[in-house]
């Protein structure tokens, strides 16, 4: 970039970095650059709800709590003392939220608003195989944490390049994105119209070699050179411009990489060290910003940033840490207390040591300087009263420590405790649903515009045709039936033929009597992509199998069903008993399947089926395909998400 003739010294200009940029181009990011600084600077100022802290501060504070931070000493007599009841806490809280089974659940709706029932439920099992493969339990954990602990918690979408060994593969990944690194472009809009905000910044400091790895094949990064620009002539005189903007300093082998995205501008932008990638103008992948944001508890109608637990519980926590730190302070001076000597004599500290010898001291000579005897019940009672409103602040019982009271509570008394323990944390289970609600639907634009072309090629056997493959998902443990197996998702750019349908309905009979229950679902990417679809999820909370909770509640359950068995005089169902001990003790076939009278006309038309399908020719295929048709009608595939 040529700067005006007259401000700068021919040879003072050719210090500076020389990035060519058109009229155009320069005036793009001299805007980009406004909203930068305009955002950096609303987020780094002190505010009144980051408690006159700036944000970085404030983060810093929390992180500490949550870490149970143990500072230097102020003085050689200070003790250095923290007593973890945030950590504590938010360990005990997390663990609970963790057990919580929420489940997304997608509906899918045409353009006239009605449902496509099967196209929901299929694109439900793909995200949730989609999870699977990036391991998004992991994920959530992380999540969680930051959740309880940070003013704002920010997740990423993306599509990535994964090695499996030597094989490269391309899948969907949530990444959690540090709240150090965002910057809002209106910090006064509050989180729940977060897409609303003008832009949203995300800042990323890395060595040029990983720089050049991701972004490399970019015609505009030859333009790229890392560290800082040097904007000084030789008299230290200041001869830059904004145009080299950075957001922090950066060592030598270093770039900054801006991730710039607007939703009302429809606009996304990367500039690494000045250089935008992407020239003036490049669309945004997602209806909505790529990068969310979740909050625990709002603070105002009109701010952004929320307050976390341990923002909550800090000044409780701070007199609980300064409380035992004097405690222990006064116990020290009850063992060795001040002491006062005659003017002009010196003793050692070491003469209260057992078995010390001090010459010409005696037992009057010192006095002590104290009239406390140590730490009183009144004192220890004002600790606990302290210990005790910090649980209220932040809500976690000693039930969900697993700190045990003094008498047995009965799985009635704990259910009832852990119930009103997750109505105490409703704010951040409604986070958490919000979070996988919102996570869910940038999961389903993500499916839409990366997974829906063709992995590879292949010669039909029977028409000698070339055939376009696309991905397909498989899920174990699914609903089929009443019983559980296996269901496989297909995309495929043409529907089932009629054959095709009776070929899929005679292959999944085939495996259901072989005690392999299977679903096999077309879903048609072409009419996906030609038809516009509105999508919603919610979500819901599913019960947990085998949790210890879960277990309690099936003896609780198991002990009154006997108890009005044995007053109405009705036997339990031995069979729905053995299913649920099986599901919630995860111990399957331990009890031997008892054999079932099977009623003399179905055996006899069983019998006959058999037969006929061993029969060769169509004749008997299709009588044995009419008599299976008696029972259970072939589903059709009108709709997009084709069953069989």
Request: aromatic share 8%; with cysteine; hydrophobic share 35%.
């Amino acid at each position: 970039m040529a700067l005006p003739a007259g401000l700068i010294k021919e040879k003072d200009l050719q210090q500076l970095p020389q990035i060519t940029r058109t009229p155009e181009e320069n005036e793009a990011l001299m805007f980009y650059i406004r909203r930068l600084v305009n955002a950096r600077d609303q987020r780094n100022q002190p505010n009144k709800y980051f408690d006159n802290l700036d944000y970085v501060t404030d983060y810093i504070t929390n992180e500490n709590a949550k870490n149970t931070y143990l500072r230097p000493k102020k003085n050689n007599a200070e003790v250095r003392v923290d007593v973890g009841t945030v950590e504590k806490k938010l360990e005990a809280i997390q663990n609970e939220l963790l057990t919580m089974n929420l489940k997304h659940d997608v509906r899918a709706y045409d353009q006239d608003d009605l449902e496509i029932q099967e196209l929901g439920e299929d694109m439900t099992d793909i995200i949730t195989r989609t999870e699977q493969q990036e391991k998004a339990e992991d994920f959530w954990l992380e999540f969680t944490y930051e959740l309880l602990s940070q003013r704002a918690v920010f997740i990423e979408e993306l599509f990535i390049d994964a090695k499996l060994g030597k094989f490269k593969i391309q899948r969907a990944q949530k990444r959690l994105v540090s709240g150090l690194k965002m910057f809002l472009g209106d910090i006064t809009i509050p989180a729940y119209r977060y897409n609303e905000q003008p832009c949203v910044v995300k800042v990323d400091r890395m060595d040029y070699d990983t720089a050049k790895t991701l972004y490399g094949d970019n015609p505009n990064f030859k333009k790229v050179k890392s560290g800082m620009p040097n904007l000084s002539n030789s008299n230290g005189e200041f001869i830059g411009s904004s145009y080299y903007f950075r957001f922090s300093q950066l060592l030598q082998n270093e770039v900054e990489v801006i991730t710039y995205e607007s939703l009302p501008d429809n606009e996304r932008q990367i500039i690494i060290n000045s250089v935008m990638m992407y020239g003036t103008k490049q669309e945004m992948e997602f209806p909505s910003y790529s990068i969310q944001m979740f909050i625990t508890k709002s603070m105002a109608v009109d701010f952004a940033y929320g307050r976390p637990l341990t923002a909550s519980a800090k000044v409780l926590n701070a007199i609980s840490s300064e409380t035992i730190r004097l405690l222990i302070r006064k116990f020290q001076q009850a063992l060795e207390p001040p002491i006062g000597v005659p003017k002009g004599r010196l003793y050692s500290n070491r003469m209260w040591d057992p078995s010390a010898i001090t010459q010409g001291v005696k037992k009057g000579d010192v006095e002590r300087l104290i009239d406390h005897n140590g730490v009183t019940e009144g004192e220890l009672a004002m600790y606990r009263l302290i210990e005790e409103k910090t649980t209220e602040f932040i809500g976690a019982t000693n039930i969900a420590q697993g700190i045990n009271s003094n008498k047995e509570s009965s799985a009635t008394e704990i259910l009832t405790q852990m119930r009103q323990f997750v109505k105490q944390l409703g704010l951040s289970v409604a986070a958490i649903m919000r979070a996988k609600r919102d996570m869910a639907e940038l999961r389903i634009y993500n499916i839409l515009i990366n997974y829906l072309d063709p992995t590879k090629r292949k010669v039909d056997e029977m028409t000698n045709e070339v055939q376009d493959l696309y991905r397909s998902f498989t899920l174990e443990n699914v609903p089929i039936g009443g019983k559980s197996g296996k269901k496989i998702i297909k995309f495929t750019d043409k529907d089932l033929t009629p054959e095709g349908k009776e070929e899929l309905y005679d292959y999944e009979e085939d495996q259901a009597r072989k005690g392999n229950p299977l679903r096999i679902k077309f879903v048609n990417v072409k009419t996906l992509q030609r038809f516009p679809i509105l999508w919603h999820v919610v979500v819901n909370n599913e019960e947990k199998e085998g949790t210890a909770l879960d277990k309690v509640i099936f003896q609780e359950r198991l002990n009154q069903g006997m108890a009005i068995s044995q007053i109405a005089q009705i036997p339990l169902n031995g069979q729905k008993i053995i299913s649920d001990y099986e599901r919630t003790w995860k111990a399957k076939n331990w009890f031997q399947k008892q054999p079932q009278a099977q009623n003399p006309v179905q055996g006899e038309a069983n019998s006959m089926m058999e037969e006929l399908s061993n029969m060769e020719g169509s004749t008997g295929a299709q009588v044995s395909r009419g008599l299976k048709a008696a029972n259970a009608p072939i589903p059709n595939t009108q709709t997009l998400g084709a069953t069989a």
